[in-house]
Nanobody
Framework: QVQLVESGGGLVQPGGSLRLSCTAS????????MGWYRQAPGKERELVST???????NDADSVKGRFTISRDSAKNTVYLQMNSLKAEDTAVYYC??????????????WGQGTQVNVSS
């Protein structure tokens, strides 16, 4: 069984910063791509940032220059540093990872989500 556990969400004022973390645990052979997605009320889930096992990143246009994704492969952890936050960044943020486990093909796993509220 694989679990992804996120932390670091909360309430922040516009212009502020937050750092999200997500750690994968369980019987893991290999973690390939990791990423962050978000879903605002009444909207579809959207990609925020992804990072490959080699460190290549891809960011949504709406967060470029403000958010930075990184990972610590030794800790099975991905981070999202969010700076210059705006009200429109308010959403539930989900961690995702493509993981190989014993005797199975690679699968996509999701965390439970962490709420980020940007408000004055």
């Amino acid at each position: 069984q694989v679990q992804l556990v996120e932390s670091g969400g909360g309430l922040v004022q516009p212009g502020g910063s937050l750092r999200l973390s997500c750690t994968a645990s369980g019987r893991i052979l290999r973690i390939n791509d990791m990423g962050w997605y978000r879903q605002a009320p009444g909207k579809e889930r959207e990609l925020v940032s992804t990072i490959t096992s080699g460190g290549n990143t891809n960011d949504a246009d709406s967060v470029k220059g403000r958010f930075t994704i990184s990972r610590d492969s030794a800790k099975n952890t991905v981070y999202l540093q969010m700076n210059s936050l705006k009200a429109e960044d308010t959403a539930v943020y989900y961690c995702s990872a493509k993981i190989r486990v014993p005797f199975r093909l690679e699968g996509t796993y999701w965390g439970q989500g962490t709420q980020v509220n940007v408000s004055s």
